[in-house]
């Protein structure tokens, strides 16, 4: 075992080295057709490509000595790739209203996610010249074959047809459904079924705004449903981000043409954002909040 200084050594001053590099074409075509009487359909393919955060390559490791977890970053992960296909239709009302439904699918290939590699010193593969032998080892991986498929509905308008004081007031509210599957390959196995890591299965807006003599309101409400954040080949190991209802209000400011002041309240009612557990919400672990945040500015252009 290293003394205290050469365990800090080991942990904090190792040099790694790592390069990589890819070039790609991503083709896309988009069609819109006008149906007359305020209708239009859209359709559209593209291609896309997702790209791994900077912090996930850089070859870091973590370790928490109290859960026996040690975190490190795959230096070897790949971007992810998808196939999109969304169609659309869109209905556009007077006075300034619209009305709109849509389905999509995502194709994805190589999609990234989080996953225990099992014990270090056994299963993991990684022995940490002899550090950290039986604690578990975490990292991001590439699976293999997924799909993300949904529906969104919306609807927004101002009430420009009210009288007098009324007729400043607007309303858009939104939903989105989503259904997901992939095939995991996380040390040699490979599951299929299960759903993907940070792809909410419903959200739901909804706000009113207040426009006039330069000024404009805005308040939203949103909801989104419980979420995978960390997948697991146990299925009593998957962990989620639970239900998450937050407010915000937007005001701004008109001062003259071209320049405007804001401010936007995030969180209005300081409400958690998000509550983590473990396969069940009876299995709680954590809980996140953030408190209300204030941003206020001047915009323009000349």
């Known amino acids: 075992m290293l003394s205290s200084p050469g365990r800090t050594v080991a942990e904090f001053s190792n040099r790694r080295e790592t390069s990589g590099g890819y070039r790609d074409v991503f083709p896309s075509v988009h069609f819109k057709y006008d149906l007359g009487r305020g209708f239009q359909a859209r359709a559209s393919f593209s291609t896309g490509i997702g790209r791994p955060n900077f912090a996930d390559i850089m070859p870091t490791t973590t370790v928490d000595h109290t859960t026996m ?23 556009y009302f007077e006075p ?6 849509g389905v999509f ?8 996610y989080s996953d225990s590699a099992g014990l270090i010193g056994s299963s993991a593969g990684i022995d940490f010249e002899g550090l950290y032998e039986g604690y578990e080892l975490r990292s991001n991986f590439n699976g293999g074959s997924a799909r993300v498929r949904g529906m969104e509905f919306a609807y927004q308008q101002q009430f420009s047809m ?43 807006n909804a706000g009113i705004s207040y426009i006039a003599r ?3 309101v805005r308040v939203k409400y949103t909801q989104r449903f419980p979420t995978l954040n960390f997948y697991s080949a146990v299925e009593t190991g998957k962990r989620y981000v639970g239900t998450v209802k937050t407010v915000d209000l937007n005001l701004k400011y008109d001062w003259r043409p071209g320049l405007n002041v804001f401010v936007d309240v995030i969180n209005l009612f300081d409400a958690p954002t998000s509550d983590w557990y473990i396969y069940t919400p009876s299995r ?12 206020i500015g001047v915009s323009g252009r000349f």
């Not at 709680?284 to 941003?295: D, G, L």
């Open 69 to 91: 977890i040690v975190t490190s970053n795959n230096i070897n992960l790949k971007p992810q790739y998808s196939n999109n296909f969304d169609g659309s239709l869109e209905y």
């Open 96 to 101: 300034a209203g619209m009305l709109s439904a």
């Open 105 to 112: 699918l995502k194709e994805l290939r190589e999609f990234i």
């Open 162 to 204: 009210l009288p007098g004081f009324w007729k400043g007031f607007g309303a858009f509210p939104n939903y989105t459904y989503v259904e997901s599957e992939g095939n995991y390959g996380a040390a040699g196995t490979v599951q299929t079924g299960g759903d993907l890591e940070n792809f909410t299965p419903r959200t739901y």
């Open 214 to 216: 330069g000024a404009t």
């Open 284 to 295: 709680f672990f954590r809980s996140e909040q953030f408190t209300t945040a204030m941003k």
